[in-house]
């Protein structure tokens, strides 16, 4: 049986009610019940080099006011088809950090097969992310089976210095393999990350003021917005990305909203973006996705406005196009310093406001 380690620490008189019990609790075992018990009575949780169960998440949702959880050792997950998510964290002022040579494998090789979330094995999300005024940090994650972290509903959240190598999947069937995905949240940061994967290395379905700094992506889809229509939000503003080099990867900046949706897009600065090895496309802006594919023909349903692009540099492959743009009811758009070189392909573009400062 699992079983977890309450240590009585002293008590500082100044803390509110919720944090009464400030015991330390320590699990090395695997056990649902425990882990539920160990949110009830400690303020700070530590988890050492567990096996999660087939088919269970690791439930931290339960997590107390104030609580520290930290991660040990690895953490893995035994096997099971199925949508997951591995981990699920929930709470306010709630800060999740690992500690040196910890990691948390998700073994991803035994559910990849090329296919992703379309079709194949069922493979699980692995972190899901309902926090308020929290911090994720220094955590280090391998082979994650689909998408990685599913930020939803979360307001305040900082994540810093994550790790997340998926690079065993270019060649090992990795697919749909995400970073980041953030819908319906405000005040997300992430910043001085680093990360290995097989599609968007952030993507903003839906939210508000959300930065996107100080990052390394490599092989994967690029740093995107959207795609955005045909959700309960279908709002994106305030997104800032910048700093970032992208390398590797099939895009480099994105934007992609839905065919026939409507919503809206505004607020947008990509700044100081390197890219290196791009595989399709540069920049691209399209506002014509329908089930997650182009169709060649943009609505305006989604409009993007206020939108900034500012010295973003680098190379595509020959095969690949530096600039396209297809979209409609577009404005408030202002390019500078754009020197992306390589793709000897050219695109029809379509819809770019007049005095945007960019052509295809």
Do not use: R
């Given at each position: 049986m699992g079983y977890w380690l309450p240590i009585l620490t002293v008590l500082v008189a100044s803390l509110a009610p919720q944090y009464v019990s400030a015991a330390s609790c320590t699990i090395t075992k695997y056990s649902a019940s425990d882990i539920k018990s160990a949110q009830?009575?400690?303020?700070?949780?530590?988890?050492?080099?567990?096996?999660?169960?087939?088919?269970?998440?690791?439930?931290?949702t339960h997590l107390k006011?104030?609580?520290?959880?930290?991660?040990?050792?690895?953490?893995?997950?035994?096997?099971?088809?199925?949508t997951g998510p591995l981990l699920s964290v929930a709470g306010t002022d709630i800060e999740i950090i690992g500690s040196s040579g910890h990691v948390l494998d998700g073994q991803g090789s035994l559910w990849w097969d090329g296919k992703g979330g379309n079709g194949g094995k069922k493979k699980p999300k692995f972190f899901k992310v309902k926090l308020t005024n929290s911090k994720i940090h220094k955590i280090n994650i391998k082979n994650s089976p689909v998408h990685i972290f599913s930020i939803g509903n979360s307001d305040g959240v900082v994540l810093q210095d994550i790790s997340i190598d998926n690079s065993a999947g270019?060649?090992?069937?990795g697919h749909n393999t995400d970073a980041f995905d953030v819908g319906n949240s405000n005040d997300i940061t992430i910043k001085k990350s680093t990360i290995y994967?097989?599609?968007?290395?952030?993507?903003?379905?839906?939210?508000?003021?959300?930065?996107?700094?100080?990052?390394?992506?490599?092989?994967?889809?690029?740093?995107s917005i959207g795609s955005v229509g045909g959700r309960d939000n279908n709002v994106v503003k305030g997104v800032k990305v910048s700093s970032c080099q992208i390398v590797n990867s099939d895009n480099g900046v994105r934007?992609?909203?839905?065919?026939?949706?409507?919503?809206?897009?505004?607020?947008?600065t990509y700044q100081d973006i390197t890219l290196s090895g791009i595989h399709k496309y540069g920049i691209v802006i399209e506002g014509?996705?329908?089930?997650?594919?182009?169709?060649?023909?943009?609505?305006?349903?989604?409009?993007?406005?206020?939108?900034?692009?500012?010295?973003?540099?680098?190379?595509?492959?020959?095969?690949?196009?530096?600039?396209y743009i297809l979209v409609e009811s577009a404005s408030d758009w202002h390019f500078s310093g754009i020197s992306v070189s390589g793709g000897s392909k050219t695109k029809t573009c379509k819809g770019i406001p007049s005095g945007a400062g960019i052509s295809c």
């Open positions: 009830s009575s400690c303020s700070e949780i530590v988890i050492n080099g567990i096996e999660v169960a087939a088919g269970e998440t690791l439930d931290l006011q104030g609580t520290k959880v930290t991660f040990k050792g690895t953490i893995t997950w035994a096997y099971k088809e199925w270019d060649s090992g069937g994967n097989q599609d968007d290395c952030l993507a903003v379905n839906s939210g508000t003021n959300i930065v996107f700094s100080d990052n390394y992506c490599s092989g994967g889809h690029g740093i934007i992609k909203t839905v065919y026939g949706a409507s919503g809206s897009v505004s607020d947008i014509d996705y329908e089930n997650g594919s182009p169709t060649g023909t943009p609505t305006g349903g989604v409009p993007i406005t206020g939108l900034t692009v500012k010295n973003v540099k680098g190379s595509v492959d020959s095969s690949g196009v530096n600039v």
